[in-house]
C-alpha cells in the first residue's frame, strides 16, 4: 500500500465527507485526512497477516468509516483521536473487519476458542511488535535511505540554519524558526503512532515551515500573515511572509538579502515535495506482553471485551519523542502521504465523476 494514500481509490473512499471537506480550510480538513491515514495504517497492522488482506478492504473499510461520520454531522476541527465515543466505535468496526477477514461472525465470538484465536491475532500484530513513525520531506528521502534518519545528516547545514537564527535572534525574533534552537538540535524526531503522521509530514522540515508562515511572531492578529504557505506549496505568500516580518522588526538590507537567499534555497529544495511516512518495526516481538494482555483479557467481562483490547493496544502511545542516535530502516516501509492541494484537486475531480455517473444513471 506504498502509495495507496495518494490514490484515487483512497480520495473516493473519504467522499461521504465533501460537504466536510468544501467547507473546510487546510487546518481543518488536514485533521481528517491525518485521522484517516492513522486509521487505515492501523487497519492494515490488523489485517495485514491475513491471506486476503487488499486495498479494496481498507477501503471500504474507510468509507464505512467516513459514511459514519459524516452522518454524525461533526464539527471539521474535533480531534476525533482523542474522542472515546468515537474510538469505540471505529474499535468495534475493526473487530468487524477482522471478523470478514477469518470468515467470522459476531455470533461465533460466543465460543472462547474463537474469542482466544482473535485476541492472539490482535495482540501479536498490534502490541507484541513495536513501530516507530517518522513523517518527512521527500527531498530527503535519499538521504535517509543511504544513511538511516539521522541527526547528523541534513540537507541543510546547521552552520547555515544557525547563521539565519542569529539575524532573527539579533532582532528578539528567537522563535522564528520554531523549537529548534531549544530541544530539536541534535535529535531527530518520531512518533510510536501513526495518528500525526500527516501534520508532521507537511509541516517537513519544520524549521523552515515555521520560519515561512508558522512560528510564533506570524500569530499576530494585526497582519494578514498567511500560516500556511508552505504546506499549501505558496512562494509568493511564504516570501511575502517573511519580508513582511523583517520589515516590522527593522531588518537591515544586508540582513534581508541573506535571509531571502537563504529562503530561495531552500523553498527550491523542499516546496511542494511529496510527503512520506517512514514505518519502522522494532527488531523481534514482545512475546511477555502476550501473558499480561491475556491476564487484562480475563479481568474484563461483557460483549465489548474485544474491542476493549484492541483499543489498549493502539491507544497512549507517544505522539513526539526524541532520540541522538541513528534509526535504522532497513525493514522499513515507506508510505507516500498525498499534499493538501494534489488531495483536494483529486477529490474535486473524483467529486465530479460521482456526479456525472449518478446524472446517467437518472437518464437510463
Given amino acids: 500500500m506504498e502509495n495507496y494514500f495518494d490514490s484515487v481509490e483512497f480520495v473516493s473512499a473519504l467522499s461521504p465527507l465533501k460537504e466536510q471537506f468544501y467547507k473546510g480550510n487546510l487546518d481543518t480538513n488536514g485533521d481528517i485526512i491525518q485521522y484517516f491515514v492513522g486509521i487505515a495504517i492501523r487497519y492494515a497492522q490488523l489485517i495485514s497477516t491475513t491471506t486476503t488482506f487488499t486495498t479494496e478492504g481498507l477501503s471500504k473499510f474507510l468509507n464505512q468509516i467516513a459514511t459514519h461520520l ?151 492578529q494585526d497582519v494578514a500573515y498567511d500560516r500556511t504557505a508552505f504546506k499549501e506549496g505558496n512562494y509568493d505568500k511564504a516570501k511575502e511572509n517573511l519580508t513582511t516580518l523583517m520589515r516590522l522588526h527593522a531588518f537591515t538590507t544586508s540582513e534581508e538579502q541573506v535571509v531571502l537567499e537563504f529562503f530561495d534555497k531552500n523553498w527550491n529544495l523542499y516546496a511542494n515535495q511529496d510527503i512520506l511516512v517512514a514505518v519502522i518495526p522494532e527488531e523481534g516481538e514482545i512475546e511477555e506482553l502476550t501473558d499480561f494482555w491475556e491476564n487484562m483479557y480475563q479481568e474484563l467481562r461483557g460483549q465489548d471485551t474485544l474491542e476493549k483490547v484492541l483499543l489498549s493496544c493502539i491507544s497512549d502511545y507517544n505522539v513526539d519523542c526524541q532520540t541522538k542516535e541513528t534509526i535504522e530502516v532497513t525493514h522499513a516501509i515507506f508510505l507516500k502521504l498525498p499534499r493538501y492541494n494534489h488531495f483536494m484537486k483529486r477529490f474535486e475531480e473524483v467529486d465530479h465523476m460521482n456526479l456525472e455517473s449518478e446524472k446517467s444513471a437518472t437518464f437510463k
Fill in 70 to 220: 459524516a452522518y454524525t454531522g461533526f464539527s471539521s476541527g474535533i480531534r476525533l483521536t482523542y474522542d472515546i465515543t468515537w474510538n469505540q466505535y471505529v474499535a468495534k468496526m475493526l473487530i468487524d473487519a477482522l471478523l470478514e477477514q477469518f470468515k467470522l461472525t459476531r455470533k461465533d465470538m460466543e465460543y472462547p476458542e474463537i474469542t482466544s484465536k482473535l485476541r492472539r491475532h490482535i495482540l501479536k500484530n498490534l502490541k507484541s511488535k513495536q513501530y516507530k513513525y517518522h513523517a518527512f520531506n521527500a527531498a530527503c528521502f535519499s538521504s535517509i535511505q543511504q544513511f538511516g534518519i539521522c541527526p547528523n545528516v541534513q540537507l541543510t547545514s546547521q552552520d547555515e540554519i544557525d547563521n539565519i537564527y542569529h539575524i532573527f535572534e539579533e532582532h528578539d525574533l528567537d522563535d522564528a524558526l520554531g523549537w529548534r534552537k531549544v530541544n530539536c538540535e541534535g535529535f531527530v524526531s518520531y512518533s510510536e503512532t501513526p495518528a500525526v503522521s500527516y501534520y508532521y509530514g507537511m509541516s517537513s522540515p519544520e524549521w523552515f515551515c515555521q520560519m515561512t508562515g508558522e512560528a510564533t511572531p506570524y500569530a499576530r
